[in-house]
C-alpha cells in the first residue's frame, strides 16, 4: 500500500520546469540566459544543476522561484508545474502563499541576504507569523526552536543578535533555518557553501543533506563545485549558455559523461592519481549572451566540433533511460570516456 | 556608548574653538567694534580708549577671545545695539526660528520622504523622472526667489496668507515661510530617499524576504524602508543645525523676527557682540545636531557599535 | 546652509564607488554569474571614460545643460553678441515701464533696460562660479588626495580643519567675511567662497584616493617599486578624479546661487557691477508694481544654477555604473 502510493508520488515529480526561457535586457543587446531548460526534482530527491558563470542555473532557480530583477529580466516562455500547478499562471497572491512555505530558497552570502538592521529572532520568526498567522511570542519561542535544531550554541540568547554578529558558518545555518522553517517540499540552495571556509563547507552541507532526509525534501543544489556534487546529489544537469547540455544520474555522469562540455569540466578538477600530469583546462570563454554562437553553444571551444556542430543546434538526446546528452557526438563522446 | 558620547564631546572642543575664533577673528579684527558704537559719528579719542580697555581690544586677539568665550560661558553675552542685552534678544529670536525650522523639517519629512520613496520605487517610471526633474528645479531656484515668488503668488496675489508674519510668529503663519525654508532640502531629502530605496530595492536581503513569500507591503515597510531611510532620517537630523543658521534669507523675506533677522541688523549695524553671541549659540547647536545624529545611527543600524 | 550647501546627498552616497568599476568590469566574466550573465560576459571592456562618454553623447539632458552652458560663457564673455545697449545707461524717465519695442523684458526702477542688464549679468555669475570652483576644486583635491594618500597626523588635521568651516554656515559666514572685506567686486567673494568651499571638495577627493588605494593594482605598482609621486599621479589620480568632477560641477551652480544670495542681502557684489543678485534684490521690493524686473533676472540665475546641476547630474549618471 505504501510502497504503491510512493510509486503514485514520485510519478509526479515535486517541481517539473518545462522549456523555461528568461531574458535579459542589457546595454549591449537582449542577453538571452536561459533557454529552453527543463528539469524535474521528486520528493526526497537532490539534483544538482552544475556550470559556469553566465550558465543560467542560478537564473533558472530565480525564475521558479519567482524572485527574477524585473526590469530587466523577463521570462518569455515555458512552465514551471509544482505539484502539477504551474507556478507562472498562477495569480500573485496565490505564488506568495507557496513561496516561503511550500517551496523555499537558500543564498550563496547570508550577510547580504539577511536584513542587517533585523534580529536573526524576528527574521526567523517572520515565516511563522506571516504564513501560520502565529502570536509574536509564539513564533518567537518557535525561531528559538529552529536555531536549535540547526545547531546553534545558545539560541534562546542569541535570536536577539543581528546577522553581523554570528560568523559566517552560523549565518548559513540561520539562512537554512529560515528556508526549513516551514518544512517545505522543496528547497533550492544556490552555492549555499562558496561563501565559506573550506572546513564549514563539509559541515553545513552535512547539516542541509540530514535535514533532506527528515523532512523528504526535494532539494535543487545549484553549483559550480564538482566535490560538493559527487557527496550529496543523485543526479545532475550540466548547463552550459543557457541550455542544459547533460542529465545524467551522479555515477552514470562521473563514470563516463556524454557530453564534451562535462569531460571538460570533470577534466578541470585536480586528482591526487594525476598528479604530476598537466590539469586540462577548456579553451576559451563561455559565449556572451546577447550572442550565442550558431549552432552547438559549446562548438568554439569544443575539441570534437565539427562541420555540423557549427550550424546544427544539437536537441538533447536519449543516451540511455533518464539520460541525455545535447551533443552530435555524444556516441563518440561516450565511447572514449569509457 | 556613554564613552563613546564623552569622546565625542571632547572631539567637537577644537571644532567649536576653531569655529567660534574664526567668526571672532573676522568680526573683530578685520572690522572696528569701537567705530561701529559710533555708527556715523567720529569717536572721542579719550572715551575710544576708555571702550578698548573695557572691551579688552588693546590685548592681543587670542586674549580677547579668551577674555570673551570666559563672559559667554558665565552667561554673559553683552550688549546689543540698542542697549538691550543680547541674551534678552537670543530669548525672543531662538524661539521663532525654532518653530520655523520645525515646519520646515516636517515638510521634509512628510513631503520629502514620500515623494522619495514613491519615486524610489517606481524607478524608471513617469512619476520617477517628474520627481526627479521637479527636485533638480527646486534645488535650482535660489531661496530669495522662490521666498519672494512664493510670496507673491500666496500672500499678495491670491491673498491666501499674510505676506508678512507678525512679532509673535505663531505656527500656521509659518507656514509659507517653513516652506521657502524646506525647498532646497526637501529635494534633497527626495533624491536621497528615492536613491537609497532604489539602491536598497535590489540588495540581496530584499530578494530574501520576497522569497520568503511575505506580502509586498511587509517586504516595503519592514525590510526595504527601514534600512532605506537610515541615511535620509540622519540627513534631516543634520539640517536641523543648518536650518537654523540658513533661516537668514527666509526670515528677511518674511519680516520674521528670529535669528537671522537680529544677526542681519547685527552685522549691518557692525554690532560685534550680537554677531559672535548669536554665531557662537548657531555653532552649538551645528554641532549638537551632528552629535545627535551620530548616536541615532547606532540605535538605527545596529552594525555600527561604538567602543 | 542647506539652500547653497553644494553636497549633494546623492553625489555623497555614491562618487566613492564611481571610480572603481573600470577595472571591475574586466574580471568580473570568470567570477559567479550574476542577476546579469550577459553584460559582464561581452567581452567588450570599454574604459569608464569612453563608456561615460558614450551615455552622454545620447542623454539629453547633458546636450541641453551643455548648450545653455556654451551659450551663458559666450555671451559672458562677449555680452554684445545679443544685446547692444549699455546696462549703466538709464533713463528714469522710463523707470519701471514694461515691454516695449527694442527693450522687450522692460525697466527697473532706474529705467535701466532689464533685457541688457539680464544679458550683462551673466558675466559676474560665470566668472565667480568657474573661479570659485577652479579654486575651491584645485585646493580641496591638493590637500584631501594627500590627506587620503598620505593618511596619519596629516589627514587628521586636515579632517578637524575641515570641520571647523563645515561648522559655521555659509552664508552667514559669507555675511560676516565680506561686510568687513567691503570691497563690492568679484574677488572677495570668489576667496570668501574658496575658502569655504574647499573641504567640501577635499572630503570628496579624499574618500575616493582612499578607495582607490586599496584596489590591487595600486598594491601591485607599489609591490613592483613606484614612488608615491607616480602611483599618486599615474595610479590614483585618473581613476580618483571621477566623483571629484561631478561634485565640482554641481558646486559650481550653487557657487552662482550663493554669489547671487550674497550680492541680494547687499555684501556681495556692488553697483556699478552688473549682478543678477542685485537686480534681484531692488526688484524685491517693487514686486507687487513691476513683476517682471524681478522675472528675468531671476530666470536667468534659475536656469544658470540648473544648466550647471544637471550637467552634474548627468556626468554623475554616467560615470556611476551602479545606477543604470
Known sequence: MTQQYEKAAAAVPLLDVRDLHVEFRTRDGVAKAVNGVSYSVRAGETLAVLGESGSGKSVTAQAVMGILDSPPGRITGGEVLFRGQDLLTMGAEARRRIRGAKLSMIFQDALSALNPVMSVGAQLGEMFSVHDGMTRKDSRDKAVQLMERVRIPAAAERAGDYPHQFSGGMRQRIMIAMALALEPDLVIADEPTTALDVTVQAQIMDLLAELQREYNMGLILITHDLGVVADVADRIAVMYAGRIVETASVHELYAAPAHPYTVGLLGSIPRLDHKGKELYAIKGLPPSLTDIPAGCPFNPRCPRAQAICRTDRPPLFDVAPGRASACHFWKETLDDAG | ?307 | MPELDPSDPDAAVIPADGAASSLATSDAATLEDGPLPGAPASGKARSLWSDAWHDLRRNPVFLVSALIIVFLVLIALWPGLIASGNPLQCDLAKAQEGSQPGHPFGFDTQGCDVYTRTVYGARASITVGICATAGAALLGSVLGGLAGFFGSWWDALLSRIADIFFGIPIILGGLVFLSVVTSGSLWPVVGFIVLLGWPQISRIARGSVVTAKQHDYVQAARALGAGDTRLLLRHIAPNAVAPVIVVATIALGTYIALEATLSFLGVGLKPPTVSWGIDISNASTQIRNAPHMLLWPAGALSITVLAFIMLGDAVRDALDPKLR
Not at chain 2, 491670491?158 to 525654508?181: K, Q
Not at chain 2, 531629502?189 to 511575505?214: C, F, H, M, Q
Not at chain 2, 506580502?215 to 519592514?222: I, L
Open chain 2, 1 to 307: 556608548m556613554g564613552r563613546y558620547v564623552i569622546r565625542r564631546l571632547l572631539q567637537m572642543v577644537p571644532v567649536f574653538i576653531g569655529s567660534t575664533f574664526l567668526i571672532f577673528f573676522m568680526v573683530y579684527a578685520l572690522g572696528d567694534p569701537v567705530a561701529a558704537l559710533f555708527g556715523d559719528k567720529a569717536p572721542d579719542p579719550a572715551t575710544a580708549a576708555r571702550i578698548r580697555r573695557e572691551l579688552y581690544l588693546d590685548e592681543p586677539l587670542w586674549k580677547q577671545y579668551g577674555h570673551y568665550m570666559g563672559q559667554i560661558l558665565s552667561g554673559d553675552f553683552g550688549t546689543a545695539f540698542n542697549g538691550q542685552k543680547v541674551t534678552e534678544l537670543m530669548a525672543d529670536a531662538f524661539p521663532v526660528t525654532l518653530r520655523l525650522t520645525l515646519v520646515a523639517i516636517l515638510f521634509e519629512i512628510v513631503i520629502g520622504i514620500t515623494l522619495g520613496v514613491l519615486s524610489g520605487l517606481r524607478r524608471g517610471r513617469s512619476v520617477d523622472t517628474s520627481v526627479l526633474l521637479l527636485t533638480l528645479i527646486v534645488v535650482s531656484i535660489p531661496t530669495f526667489v522662490s521666498g519672494y515668488v512664493l510670496q507673491y503668488l500666496f500672500g499678495v496675489k491670491w491673498g491666501i496668507v499674510s505676506p508678512s508674519v507678525s512679532p509673535e510668529a505663531p505656527f500656521d503663519e509659518l507656514l509659507l515661510p517653513g516652506i521657502v525654508l524646506a525647498l532646497t532640502s526637501l529635494a534633497y531629502v527626495t533624491r536621497l530617499s528615492r536613491t537609497s530605496i532604489a539602491e536598497n530595492s535590489r540588495a540581496d536581503y530584499v530578494r530574501t524576504a520576497v522569497a520568503k513569500g511575505l506580502p509586498r507591503r511587509r517586504v516595503v515597510t519592514r525590510h526595504l524602508l527601514r534600512n532605506s531611510l537610515i541615511p535620509v532620517v540622519t540627513f534631516i537630523g543634520t539640517d536641523v543645525g543648518a536650518l537654523m543658521g540658513g533661516a537668514i534669507v527666509t526670515e528677511r523675506i518674511f519680516n520674521i523676527h528670529g535669528v537671522g533677522f537680529q544677526l542681519y541688523q547685527g552685522i549691518l549695524r557692525q554690532n560685534s557682540p550680537t554677531v559672535v553671541g548669536f554665531v557662537t549659540i548657531l555653532v552649538i547647536v551645528f554641532l549638537l545636531a551632528n552629535l545627535f545624529v551620530d548616536l541615532l545611527y547606532a540605535v538605527l543600524d545596529p552594525r555600527i557599535r561604538y567602543a
